[in-house]
């Protein structure tokens, strides 16, 4: 079509006739001449924004270009080779990232393809990211639907960004320079855009949502782990935080979604989240629609908050071992005192809580010459002279599993170390201190301490332990995705620290590039333990602590409904702290 063409075509559609044009197209023609006063005829180069004007733009929108960059990556990468520039544009219009050839730069810059150009419909005319801006709606302008002869040749395909909160915050832009001609040659281009914007969302939803429920929906099963199609994010009673734009269709009815209860819209409660993690069967996760139809869920559990106490870094090894857990923070703190002294430790906990890393760093801290670690676990008379005779004065000792000790070597263990009072004694137990069948005078040479460690589950730290590990155990820059790191946080652990090193071994060899997701992750061995029950015994107030005295969370630890915590907290006479 040629410009004149063009501009007849314009004329007739302000006249009040049909063109054949989409209506969004006819709309916004209009609006460019009626509410705006363009000239079609004008070809005005592209609107530039100023450094600095750029600068400011890109500050404000440094959240949606960070939740962004990984999708627009991949996305460049499924287009390369195909003359195509990425634009993310702010909510007025301005690119505030990029995509594109470096071959064809300068073309890209005069047609305002790249960072700084202002697109806004009042500006330049019809665009696809202005008429994406306005009807809130993915769209592609494609050539001669530009309003006016100016930016003709190009076809832009732009799809909205919008925040968790509902309100629209980017559009994300597809162009050509040059193109075929029907406008159908651009639907490839409207799938690969729209599902990038939908992978934004989610991004930007999971990086707000770290203390709070999500779950994540999909039509199909395959899907629900790998890439849903919406994700809401649920506060302790089950309303809606903030949600990625495909939830709402859970709520049909039009009106706000925030705020709404998740069980309006599907017949589930924050209390059955626990039943969608990602260790029970896709196909299971079932969720029935108020409004009818079914979709599959996926619920990710809250990680726990950090608190700012914090281990005195200049404690050496010790300081490693832990970061803000507050009984970790305690412990290590006594630990570091007692490191100095000759008192006989003894460190109890659950099995691989990590008692004899903890020994290690009492040892390294204390700075005694030498170090032996024997196991109880049958030793015999010969063993334990053997050691005592070997290690010098001011040696550590270490009696791993004391509770192992054969009941007929403990005597002679008693006169050794009465022999060796120079010798650093620390031994570990998984059994509970007083319930130790240890004769009492061994069990007064060993015990002139106890240090417990908590179990995993209640460590506050283990977002900071999964880094930390997992930076030991590669050589290469791997992390873990948002959704494999929310998995991992509401596991609960039995087999502790050994467990969580085993899990990260595992998803580290089966992950295939540098993103551990959630299809790298083992399932947990103990699907009991995985229901979420807690040890059996634990003191509710320690469990009520553990959990920040959130009610729904102490529930789902306890494996039973919010209102039976309330019963027993009610009967046990305890209430959170002022
Ligand atoms: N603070 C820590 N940070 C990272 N890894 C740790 C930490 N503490 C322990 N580990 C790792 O967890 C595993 C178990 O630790 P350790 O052997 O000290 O546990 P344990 O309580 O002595 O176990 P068990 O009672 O079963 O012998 C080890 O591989 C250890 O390296």
């Known amino acids: 079509m040629s410009d004149r063409q063009h501009v007849e075509e314009i004329e ?16 916004s023609w209009r609006r460019c001449v009626e509410v705006y006063g363009m000239d079609p005829m004008r070809r005005d180069p592209a609107h530039i924004v100023t450094q600095s004007e750029l600068r400011d733009h890109r500050k404000q929108a440094e959240w949606m270009i960070g939740a962004a960059r990984s999708s627009l990556q991949s996305l460049f990468r499924q287009v390369a080779g195909q003359n195509y520039a990425l634009l993310l544009t ?54 001669d639907d530009h309003f006016g002869n100016a930016h003709i040749a190009l076809s832009c395909t732009s799809a909205p960004i919008f925040d968790s909160l509902g309100a629209l915050a980017a559009v994300l832009d597809i162009s050509l320079l ?16 729209t599902n990038a ?58 009106s706000p979604v925030l705020g709404r209860r998740i069980d309006e819209a599907l017949g589930l409660t924050i209390d059955d989240l626990p039943d969608l993690m990602r260790d029970r069967p896709t196909e299971e996760r079932i969720l029935e629609m108020r409004e009818g139809g079914a979709l599959f869920g996926h619920a990710i559990a809250p990680q726990a908050p950090r608190k700012a106490l914090r281990f005195d870094r200049r404690a050496g090894p010790l300081a490693s071992l832990s970061d803000g857990d507050p009984a ?50 049958g030793v015999g008379g010969g063993d334990l002279r053997q050691a005592c005779s070997d290690l010098p004065g001011g040696a550590t000792l270490l009696l791993r599993r004391i509770e192992d000790l054969p009941a007929e070597t403990a005597p002679l263990l008693t006169a050794l170390l009465d022999g060796r009072a120079g010798l650093r004694v620390l031994s570990t137990t998984c059994a509970a201190p007083a319930a130790l069948d240890l004769p009492r005078p061994l069990f007064h040479r060993l015990a002139g301490a106890i240090l417990t460690l908590p179990p995993l589950r209640q460590r506050q730290d283990i977002g900071w332990l999964l880094d930390r590990i997992l930076r030991r155990r590669t050589s290469q820059d791997m992390r873990l995705s948002p959704s494999a790191r929310a998995a991992l946080l509401g596991r609960p652990w039995p087999g502790n620290l050994r467990e969580l090193e085993q899990v990260l071994d595992v998803a580290i060899a089966l992950c295939e590039g540098r993103v551990i997701d959630l299809p790298d992750l083992p399932v947990p061995v103990d699907r009991a333990a995985a229901s979420g029950a807690d040890a059996p015994g634990e003191p509710l107030e320690q469990v009520m602590e553990a959990c920040g ?30």
């Open 90 to 143: 702010n909510a007025a219009g301005v690119c505030v990232d990029f995509f594109g050839d470096e071959l064809f730069l300068d073309e890209l810059k005069t047609a305002g393809l790249y960072l700084g150009s202002n697109w806004s419909e009042e500006l330049v005319g019809t665009s696809g990211v202005g008429a994406c801006l306005v009807t809130q709606e993915p769209v592609t302008v494609h050539q």
């Open 197 to 254: 914007a939908r992978r934004v969302e989610m991004a930007n939803l999971m990086a707000e949502s770290r203390r709070d429920w999500v779950l994540r929906l999909s039509d199909s099963p395959e899907f629900l782990d790998v890439d849903p199609e919406a994700a809401v994010r649920l506060d302790d009673s089950g309303r809606v935080l903030g949600y990625t734009h495909g939830a709402r269709r859970l709520f049909p009815d039009g």
């Open 328 to 377: 970790m923070t305690h412990l290590l703190t006594q630990a570091a005192k007692l490191a100095c002294t000759s008192v006989p430790l003894l460190i109890a906990g659950e099995s691989g809580t990590g008692k004899t890393k903890l020994a290690h760093a009492i040892h390294m801290t204390g700075g005694a010459s030498g170090f032996l670690a024997l196991d109880c676990a």
């Open 12 to 27: 007739r559609v302000l006249g009040g006739s049909q063109t054949g044009r989409d209506g969004f197209v006819s709309a």
């Open 549 to 578: 005295w959130n009610m729904a969370r102490a529930a789902r630890r306890l494996g039973v409904n919010r209102s039976t915590v309330l019963r027993r907290l009610r009967a046990a006479g305890l209430q959170p702290p002022a």
């Open 178 to 193: 040059r193109s075929p001609t029907p406008k159908r040659s651009q639907n490839l281009a409207m799938s690969l855009v």
